[in-house]
Structure formats: C-alpha cells, structure tokens
C-alpha cells in the first residue's frame, strides 16, 4: 500500500508544479508573456512600473525577439527550472520589448544603452531608475542557461538586495560626511554592469 501511495505521489507532484507555473502565467500580464511587436512599450513600461510599485519589485525589461534563438532558450530553461522562474517572477516584473524587422521600436530603444546582443537585459527600480545593462551570455554556462547564476543574478539585484546596499552606502555616506565634507553622493544616472563581481 506504501509503494502505491509513493508512486501516486510521485506522478502527480510534476503536475503540481506545472499547475503552479501555468497559474502565474496565467497571472502575468501580456507584456510579460510574450515579445509582441505591435505593442506600445512606453504603454507596457508605465503598466510594469506601476505594478512593480505595488508589489514591491524592480522591474526586469528584456529586449529581444521571436526571431531569437536564445530567447526561446531562455523561455524553455524557465519553464523547466521552476525555482528560477518562480524568484524572477516574484522579484521582477518583466517586461518584454520586440525589437524585430517589423518594428525596431527605435523611440524605446534609444532611450537605453546600446545592446550588444539577443536577448539584453535592463534592470529599473519601481522609481524608474535605470540601475542595470545586463548581457544574458553572463547567465550561461557551457552552452545552456546556469540555474545558479540565474539564482545569484536574480538574488543580488533583488528589492531587498538593492536596498541593503544603499543603506550601507547611506551608513558609509554619513560616517564620511562627519569626517569630510560636503557629503560624496554614492548614487549615479548611469546603469552599472554585474560583470566580474
């Protein structure tokens, strides 16, 4: 009786996660299911921006394509490696912006850093503010997607993470400006890139 009640647990529990996965798709607004040309992404922006202020998130804008090889990749290795995609989706709210022969939405782009290749990621607080250039080569391991760089890159720029970090500079802020001053501002305009930390 053990051994069938362990066998019937162990078909159904991939169900359960499967079921799991399609509920948050199926709670996961259109901009962040699919790469679809004929959408406004300034219209999209302002919908992500907004949910990421209520939910307490950053907001992770992927640019790319269905014409993108690793962009469908990316798509099957989160599918497949539920842990990662439920902490993108519960830390981030995506965004994803075509770029395609059919509509290179130049505007969008031109208001970010150059991308250097499919698919490019950026990182922007619910504020709007632009803190990350990302290539997703970064997120590879052989010739796959790396489940723990994924993790670590999902953890490190994370709402939590992020304001760790600037409470510490804000403490560091404050020690030197009682040693020095006028007050070094830690903060600037320009995204960083994770690359080699």
């Not at 053990?2 to 259109?30: G, N």
């Not at 939910?55 to 690793?70: A, D, P, S, Y």
Request: glycine share 4%; aromatic share 10%.
């Amino acid at each position: 009786m053990k051994v069938i009640i362990t066998l019937l647990i162990s078909l159904l529990l991939p169900f359960s996660f499967l079921s799991q996965a399609a509920d948050i798709t199926e709670d996961l607004p259109r901009y962040s299911q699919v790469y679809d040309y004929k959408s406004d992404p300034f219209s999209d922006a302002n919908a992500a921006l907004a949910l990421a202020k209520a939910t307490n998130r950053q907001v992770l804008i992927e640019i790319g394509g269905n014409w993108c090889t690793w962009c469908h990749k990316m798509d099957a290795f989160l599918a497949k490696n539920q842990d990662v995609y439920q902490a993108l989706h519960s830390q981030y709210v995506v965004l994803k912006v075509s770029v395609s022969d059919a509509n290179k939405n130049e505007e969008f782009m031109s208001s970010l850093p150059r991308v250097q290749g499919y698919p490019h990621m950026y990182l922007s607080t619910s504020g709007g503010e632009l803190i990350l250039s990302k290539d997703t080569a970064e997120l590879v391991s052989g010739n796959k997607y790396s489940r723990d760089n994924w993790l670590t890159f999902l953890d490190k720029w994370s709402v939590a993470s992020t304001t760790k970090s600037v409470k510490k500079t804000q403490v560091t802020a404050k020690l030197t400006e009682s040693v020095t001053s006028p007050l070094i501002s830690a903060s600037t305009s320009t995204p960083t890139s994770d690359k080699g930390e």
